[in-house]
């Protein structure tokens, strides 16, 4: 009976928990893929959960803020899925790499091709951007996410400091600090524009293969390990069955 109630609070507590944690998952967020330094350029996904039983995600609007405009974005394809690229007119032309730019992203519009993000399912939007603003904790994009049913959610609510989360919060991007030699992204002395999201990429890809490599060497010595003690207990039997013998 204790075994039994105790599992029973269990199976409660962790549906509570999950329900308390349910709205956190369901909002368009952005994530970098490693970290985004200001000034800098950084790969960033925006992950889409759907959070309608009865409909499915067909449309996605992000839209890129005009007070800190982004000289260069480039989304990535992702399978299923068509994008287009909305550009406007500066009203003070940015200087980058010492040439002018009067044109930046200010909206990037993926279509769904096909069933789009079906009910419990999450699709992730990635995107090359940069250069990051310098005097800036963050980066707000107003996001636009439809349903197959005409359904519109606007993720452009913007969290205010010791406020309550709102009900539908902008996704935010978090800026760390500039990484040396990247503190100037928009100097004429680094590298073509083309040149950084590449970088941001690499750099994110070989984040990742070194996380995988120390699992590698984590298991290599788990399984060292293991096979040590099966050998140590296989002795042990043997000299307890030698010294029955004897």
């Known amino acids: 009976m204790k075994a039994s109630r105790l599992a029973a609070v269990a199976a409660g507590s962790s549906v509570v928990v999950l329900a308390l944690s349910s709205p956190a998952f369901a909002h368009v967020?952005?994530?970098?893929?490693?970290?985004?330094?200001?000034?800098?350029?950084?790969?960033?996904?925006?992950?889409?959960p759907n959070e309608r039983d009865n409909a499915s995600t067909v449309k996605l609007e992000v839209n890129f803020p005009t007070d800190t405009?982004?000289?260069?974005?480039?989304?990535?394809?992702?399978p299923g899925w068509k994008v287009a690229v909305t550009k406007?007119?500066?009203?003070?032309?940015?200087?980058?790499?010492?040439?002018?730019?009067?044109e930046v992203v200010s909206k990037v519009t993926w279509t769904a091709d096909g069933k789009g993000i079906e009910p419990g399912r999450l699709q992730q939007f990635p995107v090359s951007m940069g250069a990051l603003p310098e005097k800036a904790d963050q980066v707000v994009f107003k996001a636009i996410q439809t349903y197959s049913n005409k359904e519109v959610v606007r993720?452009?609510?913007?969290?205010?400091k010791g406020k309550e989360e709102p009900d539908t919060p902008a996704p935010a991007l978090t800026l760390s600090a500039a990484a040396d030699g990247h503190s100037h992204g928009a100097s004429a002395g680094d590298a073509s524009d083309d040149a950084k999201p590449a970088a941001a990429a690499t750099e994110a890809a070989d984040s990742s293969g070194g996380s995988d490599t120390t699992a590698r060497v984590l298991g290599v010595v788990?399984?060292?390990?293991g096979a040590a003690g099966v050998a140590y207990g296989v002795l042990a039997g043997r000299r307890r069955a030698d010294s029955s013998a004897s």
């Open 29 to 48: 967020t952005v994530q970098p893929e490693g970290t985004a330094a200001k000034g800098g350029y950084a790969v960033v996904n925006f992950r889409v």
């Open 69 to 78: 405009p982004l000289a260069s974005v480039l989304p990535q394809d992702v």
């Open 88 to 102: 406007s007119k500066l009203a003070k032309p940015l200087d980058m790499h010492g040439r002018q730019i009067s």
């Open 155 to 160: 993720w452009i609510e913007v969290q205010e």
């Open 222 to 225: 788990g399984i060292v390990v």
